[in-house]
């Protein structure tokens, strides 16, 4: 689970509803009407963007960007390490034995065990990564779009409440309730969008970048063992990949 991003919203919640209460009732800022807008609008005008399995594939993707942890870099490179010593001291078979959590690196392992060609399991792990970096792309997409729609909502809430203020000034009962939705909507469309899809966009497109990382480091590392390479080139190449200097340091 991504801490980050559940503190930065539950904090972010806790603030402006502290703020309302200090304000006022808390009451008086609920308005489902207002919500039905710019929630509905906002994912009715996203789904129509993109095709349906996408669409709720990106939200899944989303989700997962703060229900999964995602590994480092250090702990795949430590891994993969691992792997390759005892690939050096016993042989690549006796990595059929060894439990890998990561899907990627345990796929690129069962290869190697299996005597895939070198040139077959780059070709097979270079699509891999092209398909996560694809769903991780749709998720951007989704969640960014969501972003973008609950402002815009939110003004057309806004301007439905104008129009029904305009239309009855000679009843001064229903002017409250549309001076409410003209107002709440464009504060639920904000907050929905800044203080949720927008961030989530942006962690979705920094994990995007972690597990592009963790793809290529464990490409590199799964033919380095298949090929002998020594353990201590392979960190090598592996530091090089995330930006490190041989001796470890940033």
């Known amino acids: 689970m991504d801490l980050a991003t559940i ?11 502290i703020c309302m209460i200090l304000s006022g009732s808390l009451l008086m800022y609920w308005d489902l009407m207002s919500l039905a807008i710019v929630l509905g609008g906002a994912i009715c005008a996203t789904m129509m963007r993109w095709p349906l399995d996408v669409f709720l594939g990106g939200l899944k993707v989303g989700l997962n960007a703060i229900l999964v942890k995602v590994d480092s870099s250090d ?3 430590a891994l993969i390490l691992d792997l390759a010593g005892k690939a050096r001291k ?4 006796a990595l059929e034995r060894e439990v890998i959590e990561n899907p990627l690196l345990a796929k690129g392992v069962r290869l190697a065990v299996d005597g895939a060609a070198p040139e077959a399991i780059e070709e097979i792990l270079t699509d891999d990564i092209r398909a996560i970096k694809k769903r991780v792309s749709h998720g951007v997409g ?3 779009d969501l972003g ?5 909502f939110g003004m057309i809430g806004t301007v439905i409440g104008l129009i029904v203020i305009m239309a009855n000034l000679a009843d001064p009962s229903k002017i409250g309730p549309g001076l409410a939705v003209a107002l709440i909507t464009t504060l639920y469309g904000a907050m929905i969008a800044n203080m949720f899809f927008t961030p989530i966009a942006k962690k979705l497109k920094f994990r995007g970048g972690e ?6 480091l464990i490409k590199t590392g799964v033919l380095g063992i298949l090929n002998g390479v020594n ?4 960190k090598e190449r592996l ?3 995330v930006g490190k200097e041989s001796s470890g340091g940033e």
């Open 90 to 93: 016993e042989s690549i078979l």
């Open 142 to 144: 989704v969640y960014d």
């Open 7 to 17: 503190l930065g919203a539950v904090l972010g919640t806790i603030t402006v509803v």
């Open 148 to 152: 973008e729609s609950c402002p815009a």
């Open 231 to 234: 353990p201590a080139l392979i």
């Open 75 to 77: 702990e795949i490179i």
């Open 211 to 216: 597990e592009a990382t963790n793809g290529l």
């Open 239 to 241: 530091d090089t990949i």
